[in-house]
């Protein structure tokens, strides 16, 4: 949105499709234990991003329900303890992708570089392939290429795909052509008012509903 002048400052804004990126909540299933094809997914996503692949693994022992650190690149409260300040994995799903900066290695720059491709949502989703990133259509398959890539993108510009599984059926396997989809439930509203030289924040988590409802799930306030 473009900024709207206030007494003192400005208000602006955007909105964001949530479902374009990888719900890391989908890295377990509904018994709490690590589902293997998302977290292979998730490797190909920061392998396409240029991050180091064994935050898949130590994302999937933050989420799941065992202590037990997965073999090679698991990490339980074993580690986590031994730091300074110690602290647990949460061993339950993400409200926020903000919970990822805690995990072991990660660093500022590594998880800004992620940030943009990854969100957390409630319960396990499908992706929207009309809006989602470069990176997150490469890791559908482990033989997606760049070009691939390129050319679904040069594809839906002129309004979406008309026939998502047209479009994907040479790319990937059956099994992920049924966790695609055209249209999106979850949305991030971004809001900031600007006074002076203080900013906050307000970001929402919008939930759309079958009607075309939408109702706000999620919320954080904050002064940057």
Known sequence: MPGLPIEGGEVFGAVQDLQGRFN???????NGEVDEESLEQFRRLLLAI??????????????DTDIDASFPDGAEDSIY?????????????????????????MDKLTFNALEPHITALPGRTNIN?????????QSLDENMTIADVENLIAEREAGGFTDVANSFSSLVTPDVINKLDESTQYFQLKVVVRIDTVR????SML??????DVTPILRSLGTI
């Open 200 to 203: 906050i924040t307000l970001v």
């Open 50 to 63: 240029g991050l180091d692949q064994r935050f898949a693994g130590l994302a999937a022992d933050w989420l």
């Open 81 to 105: 303890t031994g730091m300074i300040p110690p602290y647990r994995t949460a061993n339950q799903p993400l409200s926020s992708v903000s919970e990822l900066a805690a995990l072991e290695g």
């Open 24 to 30: 890391v909540n989908n890295l377990i299933d509904q």
């Open 129 to 137: 392939v009309n809006t989602a990133t470069g990176a997150v259509l």
């Open 207 to 212: 939930q759309r509903g079958p009607r075309g």
